[in-house]
Protein backbone atom coordinates (compact mmCIF):
# COMPACT_ATOMS: atom_id res chain seq x y z
CA UNK A 1 0.00 0.00 0.00
CA UNK A 2 1.23 3.67 -0.86
CA UNK A 3 1.09 6.19 1.29
CA UNK A 4 -1.10 7.78 -0.79
CA UNK A 5 -3.73 5.04 -0.47
CA UNK A 6 -3.23 5.26 3.37
CA UNK A 7 -3.46 8.77 3.83
CA UNK A 8 -6.82 9.01 1.55
CA UNK A 9 -8.17 6.48 3.36
CA UNK A 10 -7.24 7.89 6.68
CA UNK A 11 -8.62 11.70 5.52
CA UNK A 12 -11.77 9.57 4.43
CA UNK A 13 -11.83 7.83 8.16
CA UNK A 14 -11.57 11.76 9.64
CA UNK A 15 -14.44 13.18 7.49
CA UNK A 16 -16.62 10.00 8.74
CA UNK A 17 -15.45 10.79 12.56
CA UNK A 18 -16.02 14.48 12.10
CA UNK A 19 -19.38 13.84 11.35
CA UNK A 20 -20.29 11.77 13.64
CA UNK A 21 -18.69 13.45 16.44
CA UNK A 22 -20.69 16.87 15.31
CA UNK A 23 -24.10 15.31 15.67
CA UNK A 24 -23.44 13.59 18.76
CA UNK A 25 -21.79 16.57 20.44
CA UNK A 26 -24.23 19.21 19.72
CA UNK A 27 -27.52 16.73 19.18
CA UNK A 28 -28.08 18.11 16.40
CA UNK A 29 -28.29 16.94 12.58
CA UNK A 30 -28.97 20.56 10.94
CA UNK A 31 -27.46 21.21 8.25
CA UNK A 32 -26.09 17.12 7.13
CA UNK A 33 -28.62 16.08 4.41
CA UNK A 34 -29.68 12.67 5.33
CA UNK A 35 -29.98 11.63 1.72
CA UNK A 36 -25.91 12.24 1.18
CA UNK A 37 -25.78 9.59 4.19
CA UNK A 38 -28.03 7.30 3.07
CA UNK A 39 -26.17 7.04 -0.57
CA UNK A 40 -23.11 6.81 0.82
CA UNK A 41 -24.43 3.60 3.21
CA UNK A 42 -25.56 2.09 -0.17
CA UNK A 43 -22.23 3.04 -1.35
CA UNK A 44 -20.56 0.75 1.33
CA UNK A 45 -22.46 -1.66 1.52
CA UNK A 46 -22.72 -2.88 -1.69
CA UNK A 47 -19.07 -2.47 -2.54
CA UNK A 48 -17.90 -4.55 0.72
CA UNK A 49 -20.28 -7.62 -0.03
CA UNK A 50 -16.96 -8.99 -0.29
CA UNK A 51 -16.83 -9.41 2.97
CA UNK A 52 -18.63 -12.33 2.67
CA UNK A 53 -17.17 -13.89 0.06
CA UNK A 54 -12.87 -12.63 0.54
CA UNK A 55 -10.23 -12.36 3.04
CA UNK A 56 -7.68 -9.73 1.94
CA UNK A 57 -6.02 -8.38 4.97
CA UNK A 58 -6.89 -7.33 8.64
CA UNK A 59 -6.35 -3.64 7.33
CA UNK A 60 -8.58 -4.12 4.66
CA UNK A 61 -11.49 -6.12 6.81
CA UNK A 62 -11.16 -3.66 9.72
CA UNK A 63 -11.49 -0.52 7.53
CA UNK A 64 -14.77 -1.68 5.68
CA UNK A 65 -16.22 -2.79 8.50
CA UNK A 66 -15.70 0.29 10.32
CA UNK A 67 -16.93 2.84 7.09
CA UNK A 68 -19.77 0.07 6.94
CA UNK A 69 -20.71 0.68 10.80
CA UNK A 70 -20.33 4.46 11.02
CA UNK A 71 -22.51 4.95 7.71
CA UNK A 72 -25.35 3.33 9.33
CA UNK A 73 -24.41 4.70 12.61
CA UNK A 74 -24.61 8.61 10.88
CA UNK A 75 -28.12 7.59 9.14
CA UNK A 76 -29.96 6.29 12.76
CA UNK A 77 -29.18 9.22 13.96
CA UNK A 78 -30.04 11.60 11.58
CA UNK A 79 -33.53 9.36 11.29
CA UNK A 80 -34.27 8.28 14.22
CA UNK A 81 -32.34 9.72 17.33
CA UNK A 82 -32.19 13.43 16.30
CA UNK A 83 -34.85 12.93 13.68
CA UNK A 84 -36.43 16.59 15.78
CA UNK A 85 -33.41 18.52 14.41
CA UNK A 86 -33.55 16.66 10.68
CA UNK A 87 -33.48 19.71 8.23
CA UNK A 88 -35.73 18.01 5.85
CA UNK A 89 -37.39 20.88 4.47
CA UNK A 90 -34.06 21.75 2.77
CA UNK A 91 -32.65 18.24 2.09
CA UNK A 92 -34.73 17.87 -1.62
CA UNK A 93 -32.69 16.47 -4.05
CA UNK A 94 -34.32 13.85 -6.27
CA UNK A 95 -32.05 10.58 -5.19
CA UNK A 96 -33.90 8.70 -7.50
CA UNK A 97 -32.18 10.96 -10.66
CA UNK A 98 -29.13 9.65 -9.60
CA UNK A 99 -29.45 5.91 -8.30
CA UNK A 100 -31.74 4.99 -11.41
CA UNK A 101 -28.79 6.29 -14.18
CA UNK A 102 -25.83 4.68 -11.89
CA UNK A 103 -27.65 1.52 -11.72
CA UNK A 104 -28.65 1.33 -15.30
CA UNK A 105 -24.63 2.29 -16.26
CA UNK A 106 -23.60 -0.44 -13.86
CA UNK A 107 -25.28 -2.34 -16.24
CA UNK A 108 -24.05 -1.35 -19.17
CA UNK A 109 -20.36 -0.41 -18.41
CA UNK A 110 -18.41 -3.02 -15.73
CA UNK A 111 -15.24 -5.18 -15.78
CA UNK A 112 -17.17 -8.37 -15.16
CA UNK A 113 -21.12 -9.35 -15.93
CA UNK A 114 -21.36 -10.93 -12.62
CA UNK A 115 -23.82 -9.75 -9.40
CA UNK A 116 -20.69 -9.34 -6.95
CA UNK A 117 -18.91 -6.73 -10.09
CA UNK A 118 -22.03 -5.22 -11.00
CA UNK A 119 -22.84 -3.72 -7.40
CA UNK A 120 -19.57 -2.86 -6.81
CA UNK A 121 -19.18 -0.92 -10.09
CA UNK A 122 -22.31 0.63 -9.21
CA UNK A 123 -20.80 1.53 -5.80
CA UNK A 124 -18.13 3.34 -7.45
CA UNK A 125 -20.56 5.41 -9.50
CA UNK A 126 -22.65 6.10 -7.27
CA UNK A 127 -19.87 7.47 -5.00
CA UNK A 128 -19.13 9.79 -7.38
CA UNK A 129 -22.09 11.85 -7.17
CA UNK A 130 -23.05 10.80 -3.50
CA UNK A 131 -22.72 14.35 -1.86
CA UNK A 132 -25.37 16.51 -4.32
CA UNK A 133 -27.31 16.26 -2.26
CA UNK A 134 -25.68 17.82 0.72
CA UNK A 135 -24.14 20.38 -1.56
CA UNK A 136 -27.31 21.14 -2.86
CA UNK A 137 -28.75 21.36 0.66
CA UNK A 138 -26.09 23.96 1.32
CA UNK A 139 -27.27 25.56 -1.97
CA UNK A 140 -30.54 25.87 -1.03
CA UNK A 141 -29.81 27.50 2.51
CA UNK A 142 -26.78 29.46 1.77
CA UNK A 143 -24.34 28.53 4.13
CA UNK A 144 -22.69 25.68 5.99
CA UNK A 145 -21.39 25.08 9.41
CA UNK A 146 -17.86 25.37 9.59
CA UNK A 147 -17.36 21.95 11.08
CA UNK A 148 -19.77 20.27 8.49
CA UNK A 149 -17.03 22.07 6.16
CA UNK A 150 -14.35 19.97 7.67
CA UNK A 151 -16.21 17.30 6.70
CA UNK A 152 -16.80 18.44 3.27
CA UNK A 153 -13.23 18.72 2.96
CA UNK A 154 -11.60 15.93 4.44
CA UNK A 155 -14.61 13.18 2.06
CA UNK A 156 -13.02 15.84 -0.95
CA UNK A 157 -9.50 15.19 0.15
CA UNK A 158 -10.00 11.62 0.59
CA UNK A 159 -11.12 11.59 -3.42
CA UNK A 160 -8.23 13.43 -4.50
CA UNK A 161 -5.44 11.66 -2.74
CA UNK A 162 -6.96 8.36 -4.13
CA UNK A 163 -6.93 9.37 -7.71
CA UNK A 164 -3.26 10.11 -7.21
CA UNK A 165 -2.89 7.01 -5.98
CA UNK A 166 -4.56 5.17 -9.30
CA UNK A 167 -1.89 7.48 -11.24
CA UNK A 168 1.18 6.24 -8.95
CA UNK A 169 -0.33 2.59 -8.99
CA UNK A 170 -0.08 2.78 -12.64
CA UNK A 171 3.08 4.14 -12.93
CA UNK A 172 4.48 1.90 -10.20
CA UNK A 173 2.86 -0.88 -10.62
CA UNK A 174 1.16 -0.77 -13.86
CA UNK A 175 -2.21 -1.38 -12.57
CA UNK A 176 -5.23 0.86 -14.50
CA UNK A 177 -8.61 0.93 -13.80
CA UNK A 178 -10.69 2.91 -16.04
CA UNK A 179 -13.74 3.15 -14.53
CA UNK A 180 -12.48 4.00 -10.47
CA UNK A 181 -10.48 7.07 -12.31
CA UNK A 182 -13.06 8.63 -14.37
CA UNK A 183 -15.46 8.25 -10.92
CA UNK A 184 -12.57 9.61 -8.93
CA UNK A 185 -12.06 12.44 -11.57
CA UNK A 186 -16.00 13.31 -11.58
CA UNK A 187 -16.11 13.34 -8.05
CA UNK A 188 -13.07 15.39 -7.43
CA UNK A 189 -14.41 18.01 -10.18
CA UNK A 190 -17.74 18.02 -8.08
CA UNK A 191 -15.54 19.69 -4.51
CA UNK A 192 -13.86 22.31 -6.70
CA UNK A 193 -16.07 24.91 -6.14
CA UNK A 194 -15.66 23.92 -2.45
CA UNK A 195 -12.60 23.29 -2.21
CA UNK A 196 -11.90 27.03 -3.59
CA UNK A 197 -14.49 28.80 -0.66
CA UNK A 198 -12.86 26.22 1.97
CA UNK A 199 -9.40 27.84 1.49
CA UNK A 200 -10.42 31.49 0.75
CA UNK A 201 -12.76 31.29 3.15
CA UNK A 202 -13.13 28.87 5.98
CA UNK A 203 -9.38 28.48 6.54
CA UNK A 204 -9.00 32.43 7.15
CA UNK A 205 -12.07 32.01 9.88
CA UNK A 206 -15.20 33.18 7.78
CA UNK A 207 -18.10 31.30 7.77
CA UNK A 208 -18.85 29.50 4.04
CA UNK A 209 -21.70 30.85 2.50
CA UNK A 210 -23.01 30.82 -1.10
CA UNK A 211 -25.81 32.42 -2.77
CA UNK A 212 -29.14 30.73 -2.31
Request: aromatic content about 18%.
Amino acid sequence: MNIFRLTGDLSHLAAIIILLLKIWKTRSCAGISGKSQVLFALVFTTRYLDLLTSFISLYNTTMKVIYIGCAYATVYLIYLKFKATYDGNHDTFRVEFLVVPVGGLAFLVNHDFSPLEILWTFSIYLESVAILPQLFMISKTGEAETITTHYLFFLGLYRALYLINWIWRFYFEGFFDMIAIVAGVVQTILYCDFFYLYVTKVLKGKKLSLPA
